[in-house]
């Protein structure tokens, strides 16, 4: 089920408030786009800025808007074992597909205590789950020793590996064997990923452009590696501008360029002064794929 490209939907606000009416224009260009699935509510979606009220009116968007066309993995991880139970069992009455579970930030737990909250969550709310290690972020690593344990729960499927390390995908792969979803948690790594057996990828660019996604990987899991290689370099100019400073600030100009939606973001991210220079070499990508129309 979570395999092929998933875009890390970002959030727009208009005013403060999230504004439906563009989440759902977002939904409907990633499906034109040919999508594999949808995560709201993750990293690139200021899931740390949300309410819970909010949190909850994002998911219930994307699942009215997707009408099934699409699984939604749902972001509702929290560093609170108890929390994420809370929110998950919402998402699950939403009727999400399945949730990203983050590990938990600056509690800095243990390997036996990840176990712990990853099994937790998996028993309590009876969803498939996928782990979320990210540890440039969280401050603390999921071991791929971990990751197989916790690919022994039959709701645990699959974990979004963000690190960007070829060898701890080779290793996460051999452990956890071929069902287990591998998925990219990082745009720039994504065909070496799948070279190495991944399965996919949950994507900050795809928001932007989820046909070079999705190209790249049917390409490579058809075996036609060249032409996954061509694509892997041709999205690497746009990939390097939307990673410029802290996603997802770039992504957000980016849409905003295009017209999709507002700038706007939560406090403590903010928009980029109009003279900066990532903002230049941001808008010069998206005309050289000539997104402008």
């Known amino acids: 089920m979570f395999r092929g490209a998933f875009t890390a939907l970002v959030t727009p606000f208009r005013d403060g408030r999230v504004d439906d009416p563009a989440l759902v224009r977002l939904v409907e260009a990633q499906i034109r786009g040919g999508i594999n699935g949808l995560v709201p509510c993750g990293t690139t979606g200021e899931?740390?800025?949300?309410?819970?009220?909010?949190?909850?009116?994002?998911?219930?968007?994307?699942?009215?808007?997707?009408?099934?066309?699409?699984?939604v993995l749902a972001g509702s991880g929290s560093n609170c074992t108890r929390e994420a139970i809370e929110l998950s069992r919402a998402c699950k009455e939403l009727g999400v597909a399945g949730t990203l579970q983050i590990t938990p930030y600056y509690n800095k737990p243990t390997q036996e205590g990840l176990i712990a909250h990853f099994t937790e969550i998996a028993d309590a709310v009876g969803l498939p789950l996928v782990a979320y290690n990210v540890p440039g972020r969280t401050g603390v690593d999921l071991l791929p020793e971990t990751v197989a344990k916790l690919a022994a729960h039959p709701l645990v499927v699959g974990v979004k590996e963000?690190?960007?390390?070829?060898?701890?995908?080779?290793?996460?792969?051999?452990?956890?064997?071929?069902?287990?979803?591998?998925?990219?948690?990082?745009?720039?790594?994504l065909m070496?990923?799948?070279?190495?057996?991944?399965?996919?990828?949950?994507?900050?660019?795809?928001?932007?452009?989820?046909?070079?996604?999705?190209?790249?990987c049917d390409a490579a899991r058809a075996g036609r590696w060249d032409e996954a290689r061509a694509r892997h370099y041709a999205h690497l100019p746009l990939t390097r501008a939307l990673f410029?400073?802290?996603?997802?600030?770039?992504?957000?100009?980016?849409?905003?360029?295009?017209?999709?939606m507002s700038v706007e973001m939560r406090t403590p991210l903010v928009a980029l002064d109009d003279d900066r220079p990532e903002l230049a070499a941001l808008r010069h990508e998206l005309e050289a794929l000539n997104l402008f129309g």
């Open 162 to 189: 963000a690190t960007g390390d070829m060898t701890r995908a080779s290793r996460i792969r051999e452990l956890c064997g071929p069902n287990f979803a591998l998925l990219s948690g990082d745009d720039f790594s």
């Open 192 to 216: 070496p990923f799948l070279a190495v057996g991944g399965d996919g990828v949950i994507s900050v660019g795809s928001n932007v452009v989820p046909e070079v996604f999705v190209g790249l």
């Open 244 to 260: 410029s400073t802290t996603s997802p600030i770039p992504v957000k100009h980016a849409l905003a360029m295009l017209g999709r």
């Open 47 to 71: 899931s740390p800025c949300l309410s819970y009220a909010e949190h909850i009116q994002v998911i219930e968007v994307v699942m009215r808007a997707t009408a099934g066309r699409v699984p």
